[in-house]
């Protein structure tokens, strides 16, 4: 995730944190007014108070993500999902709301972090094996792809590449793991890795 920002706009993403975690009463007091009315049935609270979350949603995933794209993504998906808690009564306390969104923030954001550095390991660990040495001067692997081709193998074959290059679990280890023979380890793993292939290529 990566996005050009002036001098001016990386100073102002400073403030991102402190923006969700408004300070002022007033607003404090507006921002827990609408979310108590929304939580009570008043479905037009919903549109005013996202129009005053938003934008320091946005900011904060600027802030955090790096990624204007990936900043509207997480308007989107932070602020209809605490709306629908609210609704559904599952907030437990309406006037806290910011403080509930911010929390839901950092719980997404944390999610892709921890999403785009495994994607990170994945390459690390399978892209060796899926780049064929004559053409090593080939485009540096779709790591996206590698991670779609991998959740597409079958559970068995995934748990084999999975343990064998990321745990780095010797082939006695995993078939003990998974009920299988050394040997049958080798043959599924081989199996696996000419399917990553055939998946990254396209032939699949």
Not at 11 to 18: F, G, H, T, V
Not at 43 to 57: D, H, I, M
């Amino acid at each position: 995730m990566a996005g050009r920002y002036t001098s001016d706009s990386k100073r102002r993403l400073e403030y991102a944190d402190r923006a969700l975690e408004e300070t002022d009463a007033e607003r404090n007091a507006g921002d827990s007014e609408l979310a108590r009315r929304l939580a009570g049935g008043d479905s037009t609270a919903e549109a005013e108070l996202y129009g005053r979350l938003a934008p320091r949603v946005r900011l904060y995933g600027l802030r955090h993500l790096r990624d204007p794209a990936a900043a509207d993504d997480l308007v989107q998906d932070a602020l209809l999902m605490a709306f629908r808690m609210l609704r559904t009564g599952k907030v437990r306390e309406p006037e806290r709301f910011v403080s509930f969104v911010l929390g839901s923030c950092r719980r997404i954001v944390a999610g892709l972090q921890r999403g785009a550095a495994r994607r990170q390991r994945l390459l690390e660990r399978f892209g060796p094996e899926l780049v064929p040495a004559a053409v090593c001067d080939a485009p540096p692997v779709d790591l996206d792809g590698l991670a779609r081709c991998l959740e597409r193998l079958p559970e068995r074959e995934r748990s084999v590449v999975v343990m064998s290059f990321y745990a780095e679990a010797g082939s006695e280890q995993i078939g003990g793991e998974l009920g299988l023979s050394t040997g049958n380890v080798r043959v599924v793993r081989h199996r696996a890795l000419a399917r990553l292939r055939a998946c990254m290529e396209g032939t699949s």
